[in-house]
């Protein structure tokens, strides 16, 4: 049975729907959200720099574990073989959601508010693309499990190399879509709001401070067989 990928709520202000995933993924959301306060840009900045997961913003690490089973094969007549197969496959997934909740914003000027909503869209796009990516690899290890017809005694180190081997060509793809500026970035002020950062100092005709950018870190991946 699939299971759901619950969204934390509060990412972008609401419960978000829930996101469903393929038979055989079971995911469970840690909700390790954060709140700032402030009414301006750098009060905002700050409070993220303090309080946000390593001196980043936003993070989505995970780890992950599987279960499987299997069924020894028979041959054409009929007759128990030393080959085994793998009937099905579960992988199950712990993220944890390390990201901002902003508690003040009664107290913002409107700009700062329509700001703060961009950004809250740079998150949720953020934390799609590594739902999307979690499931990719999910599909890819399961099919190639699922494959398998190996001698039983080593049956169970060939599932193990196949599901490690998938999440390296997970990462792999993940890291050269970021290279190629295909995966999302976060920017605080978002792009056409950097005059939020902007001192009285700097109003008066001295240099705005820049609007800074941090995208997501690499996640910790540990990984396991289930016990």
Same mark, same amino acid.
């Not at 009937?87 to 997934?93: K, Q």
């Not at 169970?156 to 890291?175: A, F, K, M």
């Not at 920017?187 to 997501?216: C, F, H, I, K, S």
């Given at each position: 049975? %699939?299971?759901?990928?619950?969204?934390?709520?509060?990412?972008?202000?609401?419960?978000?729907?829930?996101?469903? =995933?393929? #038979?055989?993924?079971?995911?469970r959301?840690?909700?390790?959200?954060y709140?700032?306060?402030?009414?301006?840009?750098?009060?905002?900045?700050?409070?993220?720099?303090?309080?946000?997961?390593?001196?980043g913003?936003?993070?989505?690490? /995970? !780890? /992950?574990?599987?279960? /499987?089973?299997?069924r020894? &094969?028979?041959?054409?007549?009929?007759?128990?073989?030393?080959?085994?197969?793998?009937?099905?496959?579960?992988i199950?997934? =712990?993220?944890?959601?390390? /990201?901002?909740?902003?508690?003040? +914003?009664?107290?913002?000027?409107? *700009?700062?508010? !329509? %700001?703060?909503? &961009?950004?809250?869209?740079?998150?949720? @796009?953020?934390?799609?693309?590594?739902?999307?990516?979690?499931v +990719?690899?999910?599909?890819?290890? +399961?099919?190639?499990?699922?494959?398998? !017809?190996?001698?039983?005694?080593?049956?169970?180190?060939?599932?193990?190399?196949?599901?490690?081997?998938?999440?390296?060509?997970?990462v792999?793809?993940? *890291?050269?879509? #970021? @290279?190629?500026?295909?995966?999302?970035?976060?920017?605080?002020?978002?792009n056409?709001?950097?005059?939020?950062?902007?001192?009285?100092?700097?109003? %008066?005709?001295?240099?705005?401070?820049?609007?800074?950018?941090?995208?997501e !870190?690499?996640?910790?991946?540990?990984?396991?067989?289930?016990?």
């Amino acid at each position: 049975m %699939a299971s759901l990928l619950a969204i934390p709520s509060g990412l972008v202000g609401q419960e978000l729907s829930s996101f469903s =995933t393929p #038979r055989g993924v079971e995911v469970r959301i840690i909700d390790l959200s954060y709140d700032i306060q402030g009414s301006t840009a750098r009060q905002i900045l700050d409070q993220m720099r303090g309080g946000g997961p390593g001196g980043g913003w936003v993070q989505f690490p /995970y !780890e /992950y574990r599987w279960s /499987y089973r299997t069924r020894q &094969l028979a041959s054409i007549s009929g007759r128990p073989t030393l080959h085994c197969g793998v009937t099905d496959i579960t992988i199950e997934f =712990t993220v944890r959601a390390d /990201y901002p909740r902003w508690t003040t +914003r009664d107290d913002a000027s409107p *700009r700062l508010v !329509e %700001a703060w909503g &961009l950004f809250e869209e740079q998150l949720e @796009a953020l934390w799609q693309e590594r739902q999307d990516a979690l499931v +990719r690899f999910a599909r890819d290890a +399961r099919r190639e499990v699922l494959r398998i !017809e190996e001698g039983c005694p080593i049956i169970q180190q060939i599932v193990n190399d196949r599901v490690r081997r998938s999440h390296d060509r997970s990462v792999e793809r993940e *890291r050269e879509a #970021r @290279a190629d500026g295909e995966r999302t970035g976060l920017r605080w002020p978002p792009n056409g709001y950097e005059d939020l950062m902007a001192t009285p100092a700097a109003v %008066a005709g001295g240099p705005a401070p820049p609007a800074a950018a941090r995208g997501e !870190e690499d996640p910790i991946v540990p990984d396991r067989p289930a016990a």
